[in-house]
């Protein structure tokens, strides 16, 4: 194994030794872990039973903080006659004595008293929490004997079962849920080496365990050529009778004992033939070839009655005025020769899109990757290795090697750039990823081949920010229809759902796709119309999608979800898709768009990814920049040659690849190898923006990927929950009542309009778009006008530069009296809806039909047809139908103002499931409730 290969190796293994070592060797070893959400987990290893209360600075509590739990077991050494040793936290537990005045842990909270660990255990959702240290202490008549020495059975036998990987001593852990100081990084925050610059580190050891002979310290731990410099000192209680203490280093100088019956002693790897006497090597620097550091204690009279106990002046005063034992090393990193070193030329941290100086946000939990350019050639050196060490908060979280070596050249910073053999990379942990700064550093770089050390010149650490972002919540809709030339259902297939998904995992700024979907049958067949002079077949369809949102969010579905229509296209039959674009934060700008392979020049399995991309990034506000024959909205975007960066290509497109879906559109099950999407760079000055018509390959520029974080954080925020504990209903934005939802479009540059769908809700969402210019007007039987609302008009993308059309989604209070709504553009009726005052009778006697269609080379799930009695209106007014299934709790819908009773359903998303088919006249409603039965078409009950 090359030196390189060593020292990746031994670096990886500090860090799993720091994080899962079985059994931390000292008193008083404090370990501490973080999650990377502000919840930190510390471990007190052997408390302190010394004296009545200690402190542990490194264990700070802050005013907002949170004591989640506070844990505790083990036994400690009371000291007397007989079998002393008792549990830690509860003593009279097993004697089935009175609760103990004396031998228990205590605790003290910063602002609290002191009190026993059991008591703050049943109070610590009570407690309030101040700024200091934790703190931890013991109650008993007298503290000199104590420790964790001579272990025995207990008192009443209550240590005997409790001899884990602690050996049954004394441990404590608490979880603090952190407020008011910045969350740390997952990992090891406290450790006993802490790093001193970039090529050295010290650790300390406080009271090492002199009860055993042996013993590895997995905290320290050594890589290969590492040189080591020891000093130590201190006491230790040797046990026996009268005074007993002795140093811990050289016991015998100038005393009674010349047989060296008493030491401590050390081993590190390669520089000691295995465990000397401590005093033998100080002073001296010692290279180690690497390993774990090792003490033990060499005591003649046994090991058992050792500790740090009862302390006195010692063997001939040796002890007089000297403190408990302690052990330090200076660990320096193996020296790199000055005449061999490459020029580090920077890093970039990437996740979607980046430049050198890392000016795009990173997003908190996404995907992550640094790139590290160094140039130079070594004379006989072909490629390099490099380790990235990865820190927070002062605390090493992580060292990591890079995916392959680096072949050394000359090649210029920007080719380098546009090269995936052109730097060393990195993928990070997601605990490296957490809010906040991680600072990344090359280091260890050596030559691939044969592990020798290469100086790099100018190495600096790189700090990279990364903020909290909210997850993309998307319920794609598959609108089907039937082809009127060949009878046949046409759908999307499941490669145009998985290949939408994973590009906008890869390319939005988003730490993930909370996504889900459902089919649906459209009320829409083509030709479709797609001149955007006139009106388009988008237009509808974000129509009836948008009324499909409304319901489910009526049901309770989470208001910040966006609805995307997915609509099966063909060469003969193309759907141009379509979004409404807002101008603020607004979740129900819906966007549609088509699904289909083998077009624009697309060879994978669907386009429906990247022209998903495009009409969603209208739904978060985004624009046509106008440069490739779209309309010209967005006269800022920086780049006039439609590319995603300047031609010096400041900028570079970065596609993590996605080895879950095959490059063909199907999910990729394991042991399956498959053609998965690969990782690419897109060059930026090759790339296009998303929001444009210019050839492929397209990707989001620094500039739209800005823009839509900034879009999908306000309206995390503007529609998110109450408070921490709310419901998924019950979201700022939002108002519960009885309303109307009127879905329909405008045309505000002819002043016409259509009134599309109409139905009751109990769910609303506060107009953010509202426009004077249009309004629903509501009417009572007798024509009477009695309020009218100014509504959201949102406008729809890809319409020509002399029309103006807009989506309308929206609410209106469900008056009692009120039998009709009247949409009015400018002033002027654009159109009128009429109902009834009396609900329509509830629909009967469904019954489920196998059907079986599709296309061969775009496979779709089978179908049934559902069909019932149809519903009788008992007033004016039509009626229409909405078929909703229930899926975890919420009643999703699945068709929409159906005018028919009869509609065709994929069979897999209603078998099983309760089904819900509502008649409504627009303002009133009747529903029914059957559960479809498994495995048969028959009538449902």
Not at 370 to 381: K, L
Not at 436 to 460: E, F, M, Y
Not at 624 to 648: L, N
Not at 728 to 739: E, L, N, P, V, Y
Request: with cysteine.
């Amino acid at each position: 194994m090359s030196m390189g290969s060593l020292k990746s190796l031994f670096a990886l293994l500090f860090c799993a030794f720091a994080l899962f070592a079985a059994r931390p060797a000292f008193a008083d070893q404090i370990i501490c872990t973080s999650d990377g959400s502000g919840v930190d987990t510390c471990e007190i290893v052997q408390p302190n039973v010394l004296k009545p209360m200690t402190t542990y600075p490194t264990i700070m509590l802050h005013q907002n903080d949170q004591i989640l739990s506070i844990e505790a077991d083990g036994c400690v050494q009371t000291g007397g006659t007989g079998a002393t040793w008792k549990r830690y936290l509860d003593p009279d537990a097993r004697t089935g004595s009175s609760p103990a005045v004396r031998y228990y842990g205590t605790i003290q909270i910063p602002g609290q008293p002191v009190r026993r660990i059991v008591d703050v255990q049943r109070l610590i959702s009570a407690l309030p929490v101040a700024d200091g240290p934790l703190g931890l202490g013991y109650e008993d008549d007298g503290y000199s004997d104590n420790g964790y020495y001579s272990h025995d059975s207990g008192t009443g036998g209550q240590c005997a079962d409790v001899y884990g990987s602690n050996h049954g001593r004394a441990t404590v852990k608490i979880v603090i849920k952190r407020g008011s100081v910045p969350f740390a990084a997952a990992g090891t925050i406290f450790g006993q080496c802490t790093p001193q610059g970039t090529n050295q580190a010290a650790c300390h050891v406080d009271r090492p365990d002199v009860t055993q002979a042996s013993e590895n310290y997995p905290s320290v731990i050594f890589a290969p050529g590492d040189q080591v410099q020891v000093a130590a000192g201190g006491c230790v209680q040797t046990g026996g009778a009268g005074k007993t203490w002795k140093r811990y280093v050289d016991p015998d100088r100038n005393t009674s004992d010349p047989n060296h019956a008493y030491s401590g002693e050390i081993a590190i790897p390669g520089a000691t033939p295995g465990l000397v006497r401590i005093s033998s090597i100080l002073g001296k620097t010692l290279t180690s070839t690497g390993g774990v550091l090792q003490l033990g204690y060499l005591d003649k009279g046994g090991l058992g009655d050792n500790g740090y106990w009862s302390h006195d002046d010692g063997t001939d005063g040796q002890c007089h005025g000297e403190v408990e034992a302690h052990l330090d090393l200076t660990i320096t990193h193996a020296a790199m020769p000055a005449s061999a070193h490459i020029t580090f030329d920077g890093m970039e941290v990437t996740q979607a899109i980046q430049d050198m100086s890392l000016s795009v946000p990173l997003v908190a939990a996404k995907p992550t990757f640094v790139r590290v350019y160094v140039s130079g050639t070594v004379a006989g050196v072909s490629s390099i290795n490099g380790l990235l060490r990865v820190t927070r908060n002062g605390a090493m979280v992580a060292t990591l090697g890079p995916q392959k070596p680096l072949a050394l050249g000359i090649a210029s910073l920007h080719a380098r750039r546009e090269d995936l053999n052109g730097a060393l990379e990195y993928q990070l942990p997601a605990i490296a990823t957490a809010a906040g700064p991680t600072t990344l550093s090359l280091i260890d770089v050596t030559d691939a081949a044969t592990g020798k050390p290469i100086d790099c010149h100018l190495c600096t650490a790189t700090v990279a920010t990364f903020v909290s972002g909210p997850p993309l919540r998307l319920r794609v809709i598959g609108v089907t229809y039937i082809d009127p030339a060949t009878t046949a259902t046409l759908a999307p297939a499941d490669a145009d759902y998985n290949m939408l998904a994973s590009w906008l995992g890869r390319a939005y700024p988003v730490p993930s796709v909370q996504w889900t979907r459902a089919e649906v049958t459209g009320d829409f067949a083509p030709p479709f119309k797609n001149d955007i002079n006139h009106e388009m077949t988008c237009d509808h369809v974000n129509s009836f999608v948008g009324a499909i949102r409304a319901k489910d969010i009526s049901n309770g579905a989470d208001a910040r979800t966006h609805y995307f229509g997915l609509v099966a296209s063909t060469s003969a039959n193309f759907y141009r898709g379509c979004s409404a674009v807002p101008t603020s934060p607004q979740p129900k700008s819906v966007a549609s768009g088509p699904a289909g392979k083998n077009a624009f020049g697309d060879t994978d399995g669907s386009y429906a990814d990247w022209y998903g991309g495009h009409e969603l990034g209208h739904s978060f506000g985004r624009k046509h920049p106008g440069i490739c024959g779209e309309t010209k909205d967005d006269p800022s975007y920086p780049y006039s040659d439609g590319f995603i960066s300047d031609v010096a290509g400041t900028f570079e497109g970065w596609d993590m690849g996605d080895s879950r879906v095959d490059l063909d559109g199907s999910v990729i099950t394991p042991p399956t190898v498959g053609n998965p999407i690969p990782l690419q760079i897109i060059p930026g000055h090759v790339g296009t923006e998303i929001m444009t018509y210019c050839n492929l390959p397209q990707w989001l520029s620094a500039y739209t990927y800005k823009g839509v974080l900034a879009q999908v954080t306000a309206e995390d925020q503007k529609f998110g929950p109450l408070h921490e504990k709310s419901r998924a209903s019950d979201q700022r934005g939002m108002k519960a009542g009885d309303f109307v939802h009127v879905s329909g479009l405008v045309d505000l540059s002819a002043g016409t309009g259509s009134i599309e769908a109409v139905f009751p809700v109990t769910r609303a969402e506060a107009p953010v778009d509202a426009l004077a210019d249009v309004q629903l007007i509501a009417f009572d039987p007798s024509g009477q006008e009695i309020q009218r609302f100014a509504v959201d008009a949102t406008p729809i993308s890809d319409h020509g530069p002399d029309r103006i059309v807009a989506l309308i989604s929206a609410e209106i209070p469900a008056l009692p009296t009120m039998s009709r709504i009247d949409l009015a553009v400018r002033g002027r009726t654009a159109a009128t809806f009429k109902s009834g005052l009396t609900a329509p009778s509830a629909p009967e006697r469904p019954r489920l039909t196998s059907l079986s269609f599709g296309l061969a080379e775009r496979k779709i799930e089978p179908r049934v047809r559902l069909s019932w009695a149809a519903s009788h209106a008992l007033s004016d007014g039509d009626v229409r139908y909405i078929i909703e299934v229930q899926s975890e709790g919420l009643w999703q819908t699945v068709a929409i103002n159906l005018s028919n009773p009869t509609t065709i359903l994929p069979l897999r998303e209603i078998i099983g499931r309760p089904l819900r088919i509502t008649a409504t006249n627009g303002l009133k409603n009747s529903a029914s409730v059957f559960v479809p039965p498994i495995g048969a078409t028959r009538p449902l009950h």
